[in-house]
């Protein structure tokens, strides 16, 4: 997996604003300029636009596959039973007649490890899927699917970013101990760290989250203000500093979403930039 993959949750998505237009035209440019930049890992999921965001990730990648370690997710809702449609309906969505990462979107309020995790198993066998991976799990939930898998579970999809650290208590350690991945979203905290939302916050459904009330945009305003001067030193903006701390950990990957290509290529040349020690121990220290 590239250290920056590509996040497609607005993709399809009526809630972010951005239209028909977007989809039809930016979405599947994004994709195409991030193949070109060497991103290789794509994320989707089939609750995204209710399938519209694996439709256009499927309509951008066509004649590139090879190119693409492919991550789709299945919402934890329904009979164990149906998984192995579900993901053929994926695959179908996608154009593609093999899943890279077929992920658990959630833990199942209903049914355990076992009656999904077995089902999962079996399309990695039928070839259908080569990793299986969850996403919002607890660590002893992962390890729990782990086990009923019977088979190394790639990865776990989780929060994670200066502005949401919890994962770094027990997921990093334990993924950098058995050679598992932790696969960040939101890892600019839904923009939050970029710092354009300082004066004012979103207009769209964020404008409520915690982090861009009045209260959340003054607490984070000195970690903002450290983004910036570290930044500066290399030409770079907030938001890339933001990912280069997070990716600076090993076994731990940044999947930011893209309102345009010009943003996109700016999170992707975050991957080149060099913290030093001194430089996250004090980011460390600000979002604490």
């Not at 890992?41 to 636009?49: F, H, M, P």
């Not at 939930?141 to 650290?165: I, T, Y």
């Not at 000195?222 to 890339?240: H, K």
């Amino acid at each position: 997996m590239s250290a920056i993959g590509l996040g497609t949750w607005q993709f399809g998505s009526r809630e972010w604003g951005y239209g028909p237009e977007y989809d039809r035209n930016e979405a599947t440019t994004i994709v195409r300029r991030a193949l070109e930049l060497g991103v290789n890992l794509i994320d989707t999921a089939e609750v995204y636009g209710l399938g519209r965001s694996e439709r256009i990730v499927g309509e951008a990648i066509r004649g590139r596959r090879e190119e693409v370690f492919l991550a789709t997710k299945i919402w934890p809702l329904g009979l164990p039973f149906v998984v192995g449609w579900r993901a053929r309906a994926s695959a179908r969505r996608l154009g593609v007649d093999r899943i890279d990462l077929y992920q658990q979107h959630w833990p199942s309020p209903l049914f355990p490890p076992r009656a999904t995790m077995r089902r999962m198993r079996r399309l990695v066998e039928e070839g259908l899927v080569g990793h299986v991976g969850v996403s919002n799990h607890t660590l002893r939930a992962w390890q729990a699917c782990e086990e009923a898998l019977g088979l190394p579970l790639l990865s776990n999809q989780v929060l994670f970013s200066l502005a949401h650290r919890d994962p770094e208590r027990d997921l990093v350690p334990w993924a950098q101990q058995k050679g598992r991945i932790v696969i960040a979203y939101s890892p600019l905290g839904q923009g939050a760290l970029s710092g354009k939302y300082q004066d004012s916050a979103p207009k769209n459904f964020r404008r409520v989250r915690r982090n861009f009330t009045a209260e959340g945009r003054a607490r984070l305003a000195p970690l903002i203000a450290a983004l910036r001067e570290i930044g500066r030193r290399d030409n770079a903006t907030a938001a890339q500093v933001a990912l280069a701390w997070l990716i600076r950990k090993p076994n731990v990957v940044a999947i930011p979403g893209a309102s345009s290509v010009h943003q996109l290529e700016e999170n992707v040349a975050a991957a080149d930039i060099e913290l030093s020690d001194g430089d996250a121990s004090r980011l460390d220290s600000l979002s604490a």
